[in-house]
């Protein structure tokens, strides 16, 4: 028997490649005799890099940018120097983790380190830049971005305004970046379909998460549809989905870059092969730290399953927790999913007890198979 077993990372507790890991060491106790390969995964939000890096032997650059509050940070990026293609993580300098809880207030913070991020790989010979979309602290609607690359936002007495939410109302106009951009190729990765404003919109789906009170979000989503209408958009037309992803940086991206946005999972499933994974395997084993509302638009376990339904081979899931009964996703083709955690307790403890109880979940699915 040949099992695939392709994981994201348990968020706060372990990353892709050890949750494939603690998985295949409790099949391996069940099923001494099957064939396990570890394929690990993202869904285009934290941890695409190292992803990517593993299946694709990219060159790692560090870079000293601006974190979510302007502060120096160290971050990274990879890049294929044979195709001059270069992969950015907007997380590595707008992620919600940079920040301690009482720091989180998308009204003050930017993703002004992102834009640093892509110009330094365009000064580094990049001529496609593929940005991934996620764990974002802000909700600039990516003029932090902008702002670093050369576009200036003013207000209507003329001064220049700092690139974050809380300004978004107060643009009066838009000056246009000196650099040309036009030669070169940009794409974003997104794993969730939120258009840019509205109920779920950015500020309203995704901001209280990011610290913001309920008039803050308010304020971030009026701030929002004043920037679509300054970019020429039609707000009460209908949105393009994602355009919402990682604070409206999706829009961002899109309107100052010309980038087209991707479903996360699909294109790095298309750049790692995963199809011929499929093709190799009789079970495919996957899992994500929660399957809750959004797992059936866009994340890990609903990709695999749409893209195993030619095949139709058995796909099972792990999980740290659920928030409902994961009907959508038996209807795109899960055949069963196993939280892993064994008793009540904290947060704390389920977080530190997640190796032990994948592997612990893995030797009772392998029981189970071998019966």
């Known amino acids: 028997m040949q099992i695939l077993i ?40 934290e941890g695409l ?17 601006c974190d979510p509050l302007f502060r120096k940070t160290k971050a ?19 992620g919600l983790e940079l920040l301690t809880p009482p720091e989180r207030n998308p009204m003050f913070t930017t993703t002004y380190g992102v834009g640093e991020l892509i110009l330094h790989a365009i000064d580094n010979g990049a001529k496609k830049i593929v940005v991934g979309l996620g764990g974002s602290a802000t909700n600039d609607g990516g003029i932090g971005m902008a702002d670093a ?10 001064n220049k305004l700092k690139p974050v939410g809380e300004n978004l109302q107060l643009i009066d106009r838009i000056i246009p970046s ?4 036009q030669e070169l190729s940009f794409e974003a990765m997104s794993d969730v379909y939120n258009p840019l404003i509205g109920p779920s919109g950015a500020a309203y789906t995704y901001g209280p ?15 929002l549809r004043h920037l679509m209408k300054l ?52 079970i495919i084993l996957t899992g994500e730290g929660r399957i809750d509302n959004q797992t059936a638009s866009g994340k890990l376990i609903s990709g695999i399953a749409m893209r195993k339904r030619r095949n139709n ?16 996703l038996f209807n795109q083709g899960l055949t069963a999913f196993f939280p892993v955690n064994p008793k009540l307790c904290t947060l704390e403890e389920a977080l530190a007890d997640t190796r032990h109880n994948l592997t612990t979940t893995a030797f009772n699915v392998a029981s189970i198979i071998d019966v």
Request: charge should be negative.
């Open 6 to 45: 392709a994981c994201d990372s348990f968020k706060d507790a372990l990353p892709a490649f050890d949750v494939c890991r603690a998985i295949q060491r409790g099949i391996e106790m069940g099923l001494p005799k099957a064939k396990c390969r570890i394929f690990p995964m993202s869904d285009g939000g």
């Open 49 to 65: 890099i190292d992803i990517l890096t593993y299946h694709l032997g990219l060159e790692q650059v560090a870079v000293d940018v």
């Open 76 to 94: 990274h990026y990879n890049i294929n120097r044979n195709n001059g293609i270069a992969f950015i993580e907007m997380a590595q300098a707008a």
């Open 149 to 158: 690359l050369g576009f200036q936002f003013i207000d209507s007495k003329g």
């Open 178 to 181: 000196p650099r040309d951009f």
């Open 209 to 223: 998460q990011k610290g913001a009170s309920a008039s803050d979000v308010a304020r971030l989503d009026e701030g």
């Open 231 to 282: 970019a020429g958009k039609n707000p009460s037309k209908v949105q393009p989905p994602g355009y919402g992803a990682a604070g409206g940086l999706g829009f961002g991206v899109a309107h100052f870059l010309g980038a087209n946005l991707r479903s996360g999972i699909d294109m790095l499933m298309d750049m790692t092969g995963f199809d011929d994974q499929l093709d190799w395997a009789d």
């Open 313 to 328: 081979k058995p796909l099972i899931a792990f999980c740290g927790a659920i928030d409902e009964f994961p009907e959508a």
